[in-house]
């Protein structure tokens, strides 16, 4: 049982909703990387959802998109975001990180090689936006105990949800919202009326909730219904208007309101 389904297991035992927040790997600037993910760990996060900076993304909105290019001006590559996993894990051994990019960078490296350099460095599930499971990447992943995770969206067909859970291990990735990452137009009741929809396709897989959450009201409304809560652009702009002194404050205490939010509705 990989770290991930360990996690969502304690969880439901516990009748908590996993909080999965996501930072971009080297923003503000590599050195604050692994201390930023301590950080989030203490607030109460359950999985660490880490960026791989990439040049043109196709899902991600303007706040995610400062943060990869303050990234790649660090010259943040997919090399040095395993070597900032490694070093996160000499001290945690236990948080699931998933690894949230775009295939470009993890294809130049080799498929197979990454997943070896990915195991490695204690990497526990991958998310590449624009994997189709058509191509079949997951098989190369799974014997290296890499989950695989699909985002699925408020237009993906019955038919094409049971082909991606078929291949997807972890969790499922529900795309709240039809637009980019930070969108503000969240309309939880055709959140709520999507996930039993999900949840026939996916058989056992955990299904999380991201895109659009900027709250903890937010975040509570969506935990009532779902397995898991991500939040991405809204820690991302906290990152960015904080001081180098104040990040890690500013940070832990924003996702700690979140987990307080969360779990009250135990």
Not at 24 to 34: E, H, S, Y
Not at 77 to 86: C, I, R
Not at 100 to 107: E, F, H, I, R, T
Not at 228 to 241: D, F, L, T
């Amino acid at each position: 049982m990989s770290r991930i389904q360990q996690t969502f297991s304690r969880l439901k035992a516990q009748q908590r909703v996993a909080l999965i927040p996501y930072v971009t790997a080297g923003d503000p600037d590599p050195q604050l990387t692994v201390p930023i993910m301590h950080a989030l760990v203490s607030a109460g996060a359950d999985v660490i959802e880490l960026g791989v900076p990439f040049s043109d993304p196709m899902a991600d909105g303007p706040a995610i998109q400062r943060a990869s290019e303050r990234a790649l001006l660090h010259g943040v590559n997919l090399k040095l975001v395993l070597a900032l996993v490694a070093e996160f894990r000499t001290i945690n051994t236990t948080t699931p990180v998933v690894l949230m990019g775009y295939l470009n960078p993890v294809a130049h490296m080799g498929y197979q090689v990454f997943a070896e350099q990915a195991k490695n460095a204690g990497v526990d599930g991958v998310l590449l936006v624009d994997n189709p499971p058509e191509e079949h990447i997951a098989k190369v992943f799974k014997p290296y105990g890499l989950d695989s995770i699909f985002l699925v969206s408020p237009t993906t067909t019955e038919a094409r949800m049971q082909l991606i859970a078929s291949q997807a291990s972890g969790f499922i990735y529900y795309v709240s919202l039809k637009g980019v990452t930070g969108s503000s137009s969240l309309n939880l009741d055709e959140v709520e009326q999507r996930i039993p929809l999900i949840r026939a396709a996916s058989k056992d897989l955990p299904v999380g909730v991201g895109f659009g959450i900027r709250d903890a009201q937010t975040a509570s409304a969506i935990g009532k219904f779902a397995d898991a809560v991500v939040i991405g652009s809204r820690i991302v702009e906290e990152i960015e208007r904080s001081s180098r002194e104040a990040v890690l404050d500013n940070v832990q205490s924003w996702v700690a309101e979140v987990r307080k939010a969360l779990d009250a509705q135990i």
